[in-house]
């Protein structure tokens, strides 16, 4: 089954959900401290922590506090008028649109890949051998090269200006990664198993939704978090595919606040703190989903 | 994997190939189809509203002739250039710094994280206004080195996109890493304490050296990544000053849907299309062929 368009996936990185990290009882630096590493650690967190703490800090700021004030400097007096501007600017609507948009794509994609995986994995024919090549082939080309098509066919099925313009390539880009992880997984359920439910009597359809389902669910809520966040902060297909305020969904809002609010920068910087505040709930909530997830996809 | 099952079950013949007709239908619609569209589109003429004309090699023409096609290509190897090696040894060093088990790390490494929650637009538009000469960190901190206009300074603008791009990404590529590590078997390192090996040397002879397979991986995608690092140039600079950060993917999409000609796009994206393919084969083979056959027969 080996292809030789196949990005590399090493072993080590495999998706593995729930994992515990591996305790090292000796690592390096475990014999003394390691300055120069910690030095290091703490220097990149203040790279990463500078600019979040900008945003968060300016988006509190009313505007005659942002031109006069210490750019660096917490407001003197705090104030939520710009989360207001923004929530006021139909800021919900256009979360709406994204959540539609993300659960639009995650759902069917990850519906179909499951299907795919199942049968790349179980079956034998040469069409299914086929079918895996050319998702593996997915992963190596740019898919956003093909905007130019998916403009064009979108606009002939009338669907521009649309959501669903928006899910279906979003879907189709899913796939081949999504398959790729499902397979890996379904690979790792014993073929026993199978053998045992088909004495039983299943049929390979039961066995899909009893069976491989079951035991692979770690992986695909794993590929659905992965897909999940890059539908959310996709950028491109929303810019070519929609154009009115009913269909934008949130990362095209904040370039459009940007726009409209240009001088206004603590209330497009409050856009851009309100836009990531689901994603980091999600966060502090299932961290090592989302980390698992984002590990296991690594593509695009 | 399924050899032995045929000597038990003579009936067992797998799951119908329909259950990847959905997927492949989808797939084939909505990639496949526009990728051979983007070849066939790269002979025609057409704005973007009107007819489609067949229009010979002249989009090619254009395409090949425009100085801006080479400064985008010279643009686009020299951000692939850059952000690799800003990239790849920062990760690597925090994949190994956080895979240890000291309290502090694992806090760290929490927050090391937050950057992949945000979407490229919320980076551009953060680093925009953290950029500005008169309202941003600069004048902050008071450092007048910083208070410079970096956005619009041509020599130094790509400089700031690489270290953007870094900002952004590192943290996955650290994520990457940091799996990889944690793969070592411990033993190796007891083995190299007990010869006295310091930190340094089993660095150097253990940790990197076993994440092989890890760095290829990583670097695949930072290389091959580097052509979709379309939005948060398009928020952050625009490909400006002049072209100076006009990349590939985004002259591509200039060219298509600001300057009304997508004959001339389409050949730019099948550009696009053949030097990611010849890269990340290029990349397979410098990982070996042998590693993609462990990796499916590990199950």
């Known amino acids: ?300 | 994997m399924s050899v032995s099952t045929g000597s038990r079950r003579v009936l067992e013949k797998g799951p119908s190939g329909w259950l990847a007709a959905p997927a492949l239908f989808l797939f084939l619609l909505f990639a496949i189809i526009p990728l051979a569209g983007v070849f066939f589109l790269s002979f025609t003429a057409w704005d973007g509203l009107g007819e489609i004309k067949l229009d010979g090699l002249s989009s090619w023409t254009t395409v090949l002739t425009d100085p801006v096609t080479g400064n985008a290509l010279w643009v686009t190897a020299k951000i692939m250039f850059f952000s690799f090696v800003v990239q790849a040894p920062i990760s690597l060093l925090l994949g190994v710094f956080t895979s240890a088990s000291q309290k502090y790390r694992a806090v760290l490494a929490v927050l090391y994280f937050v950057p992949l929650l945000l979407s490229s637009a919320a980076v551009a538009i953060a680093y925009k206004a953290l950029l500005d000469p008169n309202f941003g960190l600069g004048p902050g901190l008071g450092v007048p080195f910083l208070a410079q206009d970096w956005l619009g300074n041509s020599d130094l603008v790509l400089f700031v996109v690489v270290f953007v791009i870094a900002w952004q990404f590192v943290p996955f590529h650290t994520l990457i890493y940091q799996g990889g590590v944690r793969q070592i078997p411990a033993s190796l390192y007891e083995a190299a304490q007990i010869d006295g090996a310091g930190r340094v040397q089993q660095f150097f002879a253990i940790t990197l050296p076993q994440l092989k397979y890890t760095i290829i991986t990583s670097s695949t995608l930072m290389v091959v990544g580097s052509l979709a690092y379309f939005d948060l140039i398009f928020v952050l600079t625009g490909g400006g000053p002049g072209y100076s950060t006009r990349l590939l993917p985004l002259h591509m999409y200039l060219t298509g849907f600001k300057a009304n000609d997508m004959g001339a796009a389409s050949a730019l994206g099948v550009i696009l299309v053949v030097i990611g393919l010849v890269l990340a084969l290029v990349l397979q083979r410098l990982g070996g062929k042998n590693r993609n056959a462990s990796q499916l027969e590990g199950a």
Not at chain 1, 71 to 89: A, C, F, G, R, S
Not at chain 1, 193 to 213: H, I, K, P, V
């Open chain 1, 1 to 300: 089954m080996a292809s030789t368009t196949q990005l590399p996936v090493p072993p080590a990185t495999r998706v593995a959900p729930n994992r515990k990290p591996v305790q090292r009882s000796k690592g390096p630096g475990r014999s003394r401290p390691n300055f120069l590493g910690g030095l290091g650690g703490w220097l990149w967190l203040a790279i990463i922590i500078v600019p979040i703490y900008y945003v968060v800090v300016t988006s509190l700021k009313n505007q005659a506090g942002f031109f006069t004030s210490n750019p660096m400097m917490p407001p003197t007096e705090p104030t939520l008028d710009n989360y207001k501007l923004v929530l006021e600017n139909d800021f919900a609507m256009y979360f709406a649109n994204s959540l539609v948009v993300t659960v639009g794509s995650v759902v069917p994609a990850l519906l179909v890949s499951f299907m795919a995986a199942y049968a790349i994995v179980r079956g034998k024919s040469r069409f299914l051998g086929w079918t895996n090549r050319l998702f593996l082939l997915g992963l190596a080309i740019p898919l956003h090269a093909t905007i130019i098509p998916i403009y064009w066919m979108i606009t002939k099925a009338h669907l521009y200006d649309t959501l669903l313009a928006l899910m279906l390539p979003s879907i189709a880009f899913a796939i081949p990664i999504s398959v790729l992880i499902l397979s890996n997984f379904m690979r790792d359920v014993p073929n026993e198993l199978f053998e045992s439910m088909r004495l039983d009597g299943c049929s390979d359809w039961a066995m899909m939704w009893r069976l491989a389902l079951p035991l692979t669910k770690p992986a695909v809520i794993t590929v659905g978090i992965y897909n999940a966040l890059h539908v959310w902060n996709g950028f491109l297909f929303p810019l070519i595919l929609t154009q009115s305020p009913s269909t934008r969904v949130l990362p095209l809002s904040l370039w459009t606040f940007q726009g409209e609010f240009s001088v206004n920068i603590p209330a497009v910087l409050a856009s851009v703190v309100l836009a990531t505040l689901p994603l980091l709930v999600i966060y502090v909530v299932a961290r090592r989903q989302l980390i698992s997830g984002l590990t296991a996809g690594f593509s695009k």
